[in-house]
């Protein structure tokens, strides 16, 4: 076999499939998210948004439970207000971050109930963070909320093809490890996990149900929690009415 023989055999080589190329890979999942991001906040108006909304949270213990909250992103002002048996109690953080708390529009509260409730900064602050985050979603997953975002993972979700962004937290809230599934069809977001690397048999996943126009912004109506192994429903988060 001479010279130029091997050279063509060996150039053709080069030439044929591999049986061992690997899959298009998913689009980038910064891309991904800005997309869904998008799909409901056309004009990107969630950091200069105000919320007001009457809330319906069920759960198994408590099914008749209702929240009102004022959340505006500009300013930073929150206020939550819930029924209680001794009366309506509001817990309050303006512009300024000082912490108010009322029983029935009174400070005056008995030691008794502010212990019961935990009525104290540190359980005002988790409120707010909690509803700032889980009532903005998709919008709210910024790049200073998390340390890590993974390559996104093609996956079926209850039937869809939809896309799987994985991210580590910066900040535990439910858990340091989020799994955000999101359509390929059309970025609907459509559920996100909360996953335990440590113990694999624990976490809880949400389901996203319809939507509603908030302030120019698109939200997910309804949010239903499971428990992500067994799927047992724990409860919901069900926004009712805009408030005025």
């Not at 004022?70 to 819930?82: D, G, K, P, T, W």
């Not at 709210?140 to 890590?148: G, K, L, N, P, Q």
Request: glycine residues 4%; proline residues 5%.
């Amino acid at each position: 076999m001479n010279f130029l023989t091997v050279f063509l055999i060996s150039w053709l080589s080069t030439l044929a499939p591999h049986s061992d190329t690997p899959p298009t890979p998913c689009k980038n999942s910064q891309y991904i998210l800005a997309q869904s991001q998008l799909k409901y906040d056309a004009n990107q108006q969630w950091s200069e948004s105000e919320l007001r909304l009457h809330i319906q949270e069920p759960r198994i213990n408590n099914p008749q439970r209702y929240s009102r909250i004022v959340l505006n992103n500009a300013s930073s002002y929150f206020e939550i207000e819930r029924d209680r048996n001794e009366g309506a109690i509001k817990r309050i953080i303006d512009e300024r971050g000082t912490l108010r708390v009322l029983l029935n529009d009174s400070e005056s509260i008995a030691p008794a109930i502010k212990e019961k409730y935990g009525l104290n900064q540190e359980r005002s602050e988790g409120y707010r963070n909690f509803y700032q985050k889980m009532y903005g979603l998709p919008m709210s997953v910024t790049d200073d909320f998390y340390d890590e975002i993974a390559p996104a993972e093609p996956v079926t979700f209850e039937g869809e093809e939809a896309y799987r962004i994985s991210l580590e937290l910066k900040q535990e809230m439910i858990s340091r490890y989020w799994r955000m599934i999101v359509s390929t069809e059309d970025y609907t977001l459509l559920a996100v996990e909360f996953y335990h690397p440590e113990n694999p048999e624990e976490g809880e996943i949400i389901k996203f149900e319809d939507v509603v126009q908030v302030d120019g912004i698109t939200l997910p109506r309804m949010r239903h929690w499971y428990e992500k192994q067994t799927n047992k429903y724990l409860g919901s988060d069900i926004i009712v009415e805009e408030l005025d």
